[in-house]
């Protein structure tokens, strides 16, 4: 996607000798700025500090830290210390293991001279699998927002609400929720976005509203409080979220306070879509309330936000008072009945063991 | 309440003379500190720049600042002005001007002699009034609190939710929803309290916290996103919000956000209760959703948040994109359909005409 006109991904080559470079989104969106990686070590440190999230930039970043590794010396001690320090860097991030399995089975088939240029490889295409699987989930998208556009007049935008980032900024290119807003803003159908905060970490006032500005497209950020109100008015025709993980029932799981709007859009008749890549779907779940576990994430998130003083400078303050008691769980579950549609890169299925299967007929054996 | 074991209200003499003594809410929670008024325009300032907030508050506020007035001058023209003077600096407050009208039309019917101690009596009625009405709102909402504690084992808290501040902080003492937690508290029933934060303004996490805190009642703060999760998993028994108008036919205007919590209590099974003082039924509306206006507040409110730096400092600093539109609509309606029950000072009423007129039999006549 573009930043100020510029086509970007979160994650690409700097130079021809595979020097990384991604965007440094502890920044964001107050500085953009890029950080370039010449050791695994360094893939590791952007990883733990967070310069990059999102489960599927966190997967190819981790893939690029093993061909840094490569880079600096192919062989196996090098390639298990390699695995061994980005494994660690996000203890609980699934897709980063998966990742990292994927590229350790690759590289041990070949021998230490050949490593570097196939953990490139690999890395490469690991990338590229992830952009097709957003353009394809956009593409499956676009045709929620045309049809929504159909029935408005002319000219006047589709209403769009997403909580959290599942943009372009949390994968290498397109985003999952975010991708069908973008094939409908290239297809020149007009979109405006309500993104919500999403508070404690506010993903959404600082990445999602950030990347739909530097792209062009047409936002408005409201507090996580607003969504309701909003569909009480008739002011939202789809609300589009992403997902860490879908039981094989559709029971979503996604950044806390995802249920209470799908609550609202049913109470008002809003269709609610997840979008996600069929990574995501845990095949050996029925239950998302009950088996899902949810994260208790640091207080920290909830007393302190970072934001721009005055002068220019970024500033952790605290916003809560001292001493009281905080909890901060950092998902919840919106069970199947209040998801509309789940969009992969298959295409559109309803929210049940029985949708799934329908997009996903060789699952069958694995589904309780 | 007590701050630090000592006993206060928001607003009392600092001396024979006829001082008024108020807590600058402005910098809560983080520092506690009295602001003495001693003019009408001083009265005027705190209650423009929300150095005292909350509808019964200002009321009472405005009506000492007419006080302090008479003390200056007990002539028309000061009466006059400083009528126009306090009731400019919340164009939308119905209270402020309420008390106003109150206030004047006492002591229009004394000559000007009289007025000082006329002035200092009617305001006194005023605030012993609200503290009246709030004592009685929890001791009804109490009744609600010591059901739900008979069903846990002894000394298992019950958990009330409750969103924005409706504590003794926006009153003279005691507060609306947050009254019959008080007096549960008071009466050794235990009982603990989930906070929203509440953005955009983080009364929640600023005054509730702080009150709850400051007066010894256990709290845990949580973002906005949360409570739907909470409620998921069991860990709500009870949601108890104030309310800013509510019409005849049991709708409940609140805080933004109030009616996203009303939704997942519903799905739940969670009781969900109005506590407000008569004053805010407004008996000519029927349709909350269609009829009451929300105000649209500054984006400032949301691009912006007030926190305590390292140094100690305070200091407002930027939280969302820059060049993003923002919107901010401060309320929303909750359908009487999701609320369980209305408590006022009556008692409590079912969420509906014909059980508010069960309670305020002589609106009959006023109520569509």
Known sequence: MRINGRAYRTIFLA??????????????????????????????????????RGA??????????????????????MLRHAVKELAATRPTAVNLRWALARMESALR???????????????????????AACEAIGRHGLHLIAALAKRKHEGVPVQVLTHCNAGWLACVDW???????????????????????????????????????AHGVPHTVIADNTGGHL??????????????RTTATGDVANKIGTYLKALAARDNGVPFYAALPTSTIDW??????????????????????RGRLGSGALADVEIVAPGSAVANP???VTPARLVTGIVTERGVA??????????YPERKEDVR
């Open 15 to 52: 130079d021809e000798a595979g020097t990384v470079a991604v965007i440094d989104q502890t920044r964001l969106p107050f500085e953009f700025e890029l950080r370039h990686l010449h050791r695994a070590t360094d893939a590791a440190v952007a990883i733990r500090d967070m310069v990059v």
């Open 56 to 77: 599927p930039l966190i997967g190819v970043t981790a893939a690029y830290g093993l061909a840094l590794a490569m880079r600096e010396n192919p062989g196996d001690a």
């Open 109 to 131: 088939k070949v021998p230490p001279p050949q490593r570097f240029a196939r953990a490139y490889q690999e890395a490469a295409a690991l990338a590229e699998e992830d952009v």
């Open 175 to 213: 985003g999952t929720a975010l991708a069908p807003v973008y094939a409908a803003h290239e297809a020149g159908i007009p979109v405006h976005v309500w993104v919500d905060e999403t508070r404690p970490r506010s993903q959404g006032s600082f990445l999602t509203a950030f990347e739909l500005g």
């Open 231 to 244: 569909m009480q008015h008739g002011r939202v025709d789809l609300c589009l979220v992403g997902s860490d």
């Open 284 to 305: 050996s779940m029925s239950d998302g309330v009950g088996e899902i576990p949810i994260e208790e994430r640091s207080v920290r998130e909830v007393t302190y936000v």
């Open 330 to 332: 950092g998902f919840d």
């Open 350 to 359: 309803e929210a049940s063991r029985e949708g799934l299967l329908r997009l």
